[in-house]
């Protein structure tokens, strides 16, 4: 299923110009990192193993580059407490979860 959006994904951003992403494309890189994110906030704050896979997906798959750097930053050291308590807060935002 995800290998099936990320193509839609692949083919939606086609139209648009080298380096730009449309708006359309934004919003639905942002639905599949949400659907691939089944934890609540909290649990990313508070689990270091939890807050490294949801960064794991959230830096291969989400549209903005300063969210792809923090969740870069939690899967390289899952322990460092205020960078997952961002990602959290963003997934919050976001997701809605």
């Known amino acids: 299923m995800l290998a099936g959006a990320l193509a839609a994904l692949a083919v939606s951003a086609g139209g648009v110009g080298c380096g730009q992403i449309s708006e359309e494309t934004r919003k639905a890189s942002l ?8 934890v609540d906030p909290g649990e990313i704050a508070e689990n270091p193993e939890r807050a ?20 870069d930053q939690v899967a390289k050291d ?9 990602l959290a807060e963003w997934v919050d935002e976001k997701c809605g979860q």
Do not use: G, H
């Open 31 to 38: 639905d599949v990192v949400c659907a691939e994110i089944d």
């Open 52 to 71: 490294r896979l949801v960064a794991l997906i959230v830096r291969d798959l989400a549209p903005e580059e300063n969210i792809r750097d923090l969740a």
């Open 78 to 86: 899952p322990n460092a407490v205020n960078p997952r308590a961002q």
